[in-house]
């Protein structure tokens, strides 16, 4: 009888342990069971705790072409040119491999070995979608990624003819103004529909979709945002300084390097109207795009940033204005 009073007791205590066990599970269940987790919040969450690259002073990752040039037999620099194969088939760095941007991620995982390299080189036309998807692989978190400053217009000029050289207008330049323009109230957030709940599963989904779509989406001229600046939330990320010498009517500026985090202003960013956002040369701007269509936004460069409509008046205040002390006259294999 002794035996069996204490079958029935342990008998009581394990069914209640087990049936609490059950309940926490069901309350942890439908904590929110309507509510699943916010996508968006959850990447924003994952990418700020993982480097935060965008808000840091690692952005933009450029490298010079004098120092390609001096690396090119050094088996530590990778270089790796995203141009079409018939101008890369006209003329590009010795050892350059000729890799399509929307195989670029698959390039990386499964046919070099990232962390043997110093420094893995990107090389397009002029520095813009080498520089989109230079961001997009260090977001990813191969942080030994940089874009060749320029492209291939900083390496001999008949690139540069074809690239930079066309582009320099001053069109616009009497149009600007100085009026300092207000960020938007904290609004809406883009909706993520991956389906899936960590913040790494969400980053690898997104960056397949942006690996798999053509930086030619992502471009913004000049002419359109002057001619239909109400179609655009027209993000300038430049500093005060510059700022206040001249900018696009209406636009916004955001601080380098800090205003697109959570805690800043990154909220502040439209979901109902496309995001045109500029700098110098396109190619900061670039870097900021490509994190802001990863997080959802709909994003897109102004093509060659400042150059393409004030050429003049930036390189009279000492911004970033291409020009021929740029281009260098190196050798390329044909």
Not at 275 to 290: E, H, R, S
Request: include cysteine; aromatic fraction near 12%; proline fraction near 4%.
């Amino acid at each position: 009888m002794k035996k069996l009073s204490i079958f029935l007791v342990a008998l009581l205590i394990s069914s209640t342990a087990l049936l609490s066990s059950f309940t926490s599970k069901k309350e942890t269940y439908n904590t929110n069971p309507l509510n699943p987790p916010n996508e968006f919040e959850t990447l924003v969450n994952y990418l700020e705790s993982n480097g935060n690259f965008i808000n840091s002073d690692a952005s933009p990752a450029f490298i010079d072409a004098d120092e390609v040039k001096k690396n090119l037999k050094n088996s530590k620099y990778h270089v790796i040119d995203i141009r079409s194969e018939s101008w890369f088939e006209y003329g590009h760095l010795k050892n350059a491999n000729n890799v399509k941007s929307a195989d670029l991620l698959n390039y990386f995982e499964n046919t070099i070995k990232p962390a043997d390299y110093d420094k893995i080189v990107m090389i397009c036309y002029s520095g813009q979608s080498a520089a989109y998807f230079t961001s997009l692989l260090r977001i990813a978190g191969y942080d030994n990624v940089y874009n060749m400053k320029w492209g291939m217009s900083s390496w001999r000029l008949d690139f540069a003819d074809n690239s930079w050289n066309k582009n320099l207008k001053n069109d616009f330049a009497s149009k600007l103004e100085t009026k300092e323009n207000a960020q938007a109230e904290k609004g809406s957030l883009p909706i993520l529909n991956t389906g899936k709940a960590d913040g790494k599963d969400i980053l690898r989904v997104r960056l397949e979709k942006a690996f798999a779509t053509p930086y030619k989406e992502s471009i913004i001229k000049s002419p359109d945002v002057f001619a239909n600046p109400n179609d655009y939330y027209i993000v300038n990320y430049w500093d005060q300084a510059k700022y206040d010498k001249g900018h696009i009517p209406g636009a916004i500026r955001y601080q380098p390097n800090s205003s697109l985090s959570s805690t800043n202003a990154l909220f502040t960013l439209p979901t109902d109207k496309r995001i045109a956002v500029y700098g110098c040369t396109g190619q900061n701007a670039a870097y900021v795009v490509a994190y802001l269509n990863v997080l959802g936004y709909d994003t897109g460069n102004i093509a060659y940033g400042a150059n393409s409509f004030m050429h003049k008046e930036l390189k009279n205040y000492g911004g970033d204005a291409f020009s021929k002390k740029e281009i260098n006259m190196y050798p390329v294999v044909e």
